[in-house]
């Protein structure tokens, strides 16, 4: 079956660390990718997307993604997290030949400043 | 501004009360869905639509009702409601109904509560 997984359920950093956050999902066809975060109380929002060519994505605040085929990843970065990057973050995919976005279970982040 | 509205967005109701929330974009979209987002379980879908009068189940769709007479309206309905529907809902939309990366818009969110 189609799936997605986020192993981080929850992660604190201080400020200034650098995060990553997994992002794996089942499948070894077409795929297009997905992060989206939702900050306390907020809807979620795009942060980036992946649906070809270079596999190094740049978002907005400061994050990327890199997409490793071989891997079925899809993992999101920072150099330096901010006070302000507390928040859930969804990983999502679009699998080929399906309309359907499937979610990841979240990976809640809380900096500490 | 592009946006997805949603109303109420908080609601407490009582068990078998029946409920609509209803959910309104104005981009133009085909492709509406709602979900519900409840903790360690991400966000489930529940029904989708890829145009209108076309609809169809998602991941969750026990309980639940949806309707789309309009582009632009996609309203949830919870016909005898129990306490196993507490959570929050959110509808979405986007363009197209390919892969090719179409952005997804979330509205605000409805947080209900069935008591």
């Known amino acids: 079956a189609q799936s997605v997984s986020q192993h981080n359920h929850h992660v604190i950093l201080s400020e200034a660390a650098s995060l990553e956050l997994g992002c794996n999902y089942s499948?070894?066809?077409?795929?297009?990718l997905f992060w989206y975060v939702q900050y306390p109380g907020q809807h979620l929002q795009l942060l980036l997307k992946y649906f070809s060519g270079d596999p190094l994505v740049k978002g907005i605040k400061g994050f990327e993604a890199e997409f490793i085929k071989s891997k079925f990843s899809f993992n999101l970065r920072k150099p330096s997290v901010q006070w302000s990057d507390t928040a859930e973050y969804f990983c999502a995919v679009i699998f080929s030949g399906t309309y359907k976005y499937i979610f990841g279970t979240g990976t809640r982040l809380k900096v500490l400043a | 501004e592009a946006q997805v509205t949603q109303n109420p967005r908080y609601l407490i109701t009582v068990t078998g009360k029946k409920l609509t929330v209803t959910c309104s974009q104005n981009?133009?979209?085909?492709?509406m869905s709602w979900y519900r987002q409840d903790p360690g379980l991400g966000l489930r879908q529940i029904y989708y639509s890829m145009n209108v009068e076309v609809t169809d189940k998602g991941d969750v769709p026990e309980g639940y009702k949806v309707s789309r007479k309009e582009k632009r309206n996609f309203p949830l309905i919870l016909e005898s409601p129990s306490p196993n529907q507490t959570s929050l809902y959110f509808c979405?939309?986007?363009?197209?109904?390919?892969?090719?990366?179409?952005?997804?818009?979330f509205g605000p969110g409805t947080r209900l509560t069935v008591l």
């Open positions: 979405a939309s986007r363009s197209g109904q390919g892969t090719r990366g179409d952005t997804q818009y």
């Open positions: 981009m133009n979209h085909e492709y």
């Open positions: 499948y070894g066809g077409t795929v297009n």
